[in-house]
């Protein structure tokens, strides 16, 4: 586990907008394993429970309100989706787990292909695990966090939505995820706490993403 902490410079930060923003395109949406991209380059996913903010926080990191497309709707998400990021990386939109309108022998199909491209993409290089931060980790994520471990996936915990609570709640949210983390051999022992809508910790965000772009 990589127990660095997140600080970074004014000029870290301006270098990641520029290697981030309005540099990703959609790319292709995966219903099989047999369509995913060649492995030519690295690649972040950002996973977490339906209606949890990934597409909102993919738009935010990228500063492209309409490249990944949200919804009310949980698990309206329903493949896995491919954004290339200035030729460097692809970006990973995945379903959401623990809900969706959809029927019971569909949802399996989709968490058995997000298991499968978990233990078998070997340019995976970190999963962004997003936790609401109103509701906290759950067993759900418990059960992902343990599967990521088992696969040896590196992975990050984001808090989201924290305009949604207050400072006080936050701090209680934030000790119990921390906690919850130290558990896990995979996951970075920094979570990071963000903000889709007020562009809170994105900046951070992007910096971490930058720096696993391909030189």
Same mark, same amino acid.
């Given at each position: ?24 395109? =959609? ?5 099989? #394993? ?10 972040? $996913? =950002? ?19 309409? #490249? ?25 939109? =995945?379903?959401?787990?623990? =809900? ?15 298991? $499968?491209?978990?233990?078998?993409? $070997? *340019? ?41 609570? *207050? ?11 921390? !906690?919850?983390?130290?558990?896990? @051999? ?9 903000? !889709? ?12 993403? $930058? @720096?696993?772009?391909?030189?």
């Amino acid at each position: 586990m990589d127990n660095k902490t997140l600080e970074y410079s004014v000029e870290e930060l301006a270098e990641a907008d520029k290697k981030v923003k309005s540099q990703a395109e =959609f790319v292709l949406s995966v219903a099989d #394993l047999r369509q995913l991209p060649g492995d030519e380059l690295p690649e972040i $996913a =950002f996973a977490g429970r339906s209606n949890v903010g990934k597409s909102s926080i993919i738009n935010a990191l990228t500063a492209q309100g309409g #490249l990944a497309k949200t919804s009310n709707t949980p698990g309206r998400t329903q493949q896995l989706n491919f954004f290339k990021l200035a030729e460097k990386l692809y970006l990973v939109d =995945f379903p959401g787990y623990g =809900f969706a309108k959809a029927p019971e022998a569909q949802v399996r199909q989709w968490q058995k292909m997000i298991f $499968a491209y978990l233990q078998g993409r $070997a *340019s995976l290089k970190r999963v962004f695990l997003l936790i609401d931060s109103r509701h906290g980790i759950k067993k759900v994520d418990t059960d992902i966090m343990d599967l990521l471990d088992k696969a040896a996936v590196t992975y990050q915990i984001v808090l989201t939505k924290i305009d949604k609570i *207050s400072a006080t709640d936050l701090a209680k949210v934030k000790s119990a995820t921390e !906690s919850e983390v130290g558990k896990h @051999a995979a996951a970075y022992a920094k979570v990071l706490v963000t903000s !889709s809508e007020k562009n809170i910790g994105i900046a951070e965000l992007r910096a971490e993403v $930058a @720096a696993l772009m391909k030189d």
